[in-house]
């Protein structure tokens, strides 16, 4: 059974860089698969960050491209998310997730709140 | 951008059939997903590629699409159905997944 894991602080200073990981268990994050990540602003719905392909190739949304990384680490089979110059409104749960081809995600990991303040 | 709209709530008595749809510019040619979310839960994908239900998602639930619309529907409703819904769809123009807003099924 495939299971994911975030993993990061939980608090962030504004105009500070937040950083998660997402663990992958049961499964290689060398498959074919897009390694996402979604985030869910409180009382909100549910916005897509970005993704990563087991070759690095990386896609994001445009409205956080300028301050998004997502990556993966072979060796610690996890992949993770960089986000900069944070202010109050990312303040989230923040999902790691598995997308297959036509996106849709069939593996989530339960969600880390980060709460960016100062 | 890409754009989904759905109705912020729908409301159903247990046993009836709830309709929660998915509005988005000819959306019926492109591949629609739905999950559900329970509170303080992550999602869970109930349907995928417009109609294909995952493992232990049961037939009460399905999915269509065409036109402008897609739809998921909920046939005899249960008190555990309540949750919030999102479609999604992979924006090939933009490159990008897009999300509904969401709708809020409550069960009377």
């Known amino acids: 059974q495939v299971q994911l894991q975030e993993s990061g602080p939980g608090l962030v200073r504004p105009s500070g860089t937040l950083y998660l990981a997402c663990g992958v268990s049961?499964?290689?994050?060398?498959?074919?698969?897009?390694w996402t990540w979604v985030r869910q602003t409180p009382g909100k719905g549910l916005e897509w960050i970005g993704e990563?392909?087991?070759?690095?190739?990386?896609n994001y949304n445009p409205s956080l491209r300028s301050r998004v990384t997502v990556s993966l680490d072979k060796s610690q089979n996890q992949f993770s998310l960089r986000l900069t110059s944070v202010t109050a409104a990312d303040t989230a749960v923040y999902y790691c997730?598995?997308?297959?081809?036509?996106?849709?995600?069939?593996?989530w990991g339960k969600g880390t709140r980060v709460n960016v303040s100062s | 951008s890409y754009v989904l709209t759905q109705p912020p709530s729908v409301s159903v008595a247990p046993g009836q059939t709830a309709r929660i749809t998915c509005d988005g510019a000819k959306i019926g040619i492109k591949a629609v997903h739905w999950s559900r979310q329970r509170p303080g839960q992550a999602p869970v994908l109930v349907v995928h590629?417009?109609?294909v239900r995952p493992s232990g998602i049961p037939e009460r639930l399905s999915g269509s699409n065409s036109g402008d619309t897609a739809t998921l529907t909920i046939a005899r409703v249960e008190a555990g159905d309540e949750a919030d819904y999102y479609c999604?769809?992979?924006?090939?123009?933009?490159?990008?997944?897009?999300f509904g807003g969401g709708t809020r099924l409550t069960v009377l």
């Open positions: 590629d417009d109609k």
């Open positions: 997730a598995r997308a297959q081809r036509a996106r849709y995600f069939d593996v």
């Open positions: 990563v392909y087991q070759t690095g190739n990386t």
């Open positions: 049961g499964a290689s994050i060398s498959d074919s698969y897009w």
């Open positions: 999604q769809v992979w924006d090939n123009t933009n490159d990008q997944v897009v």
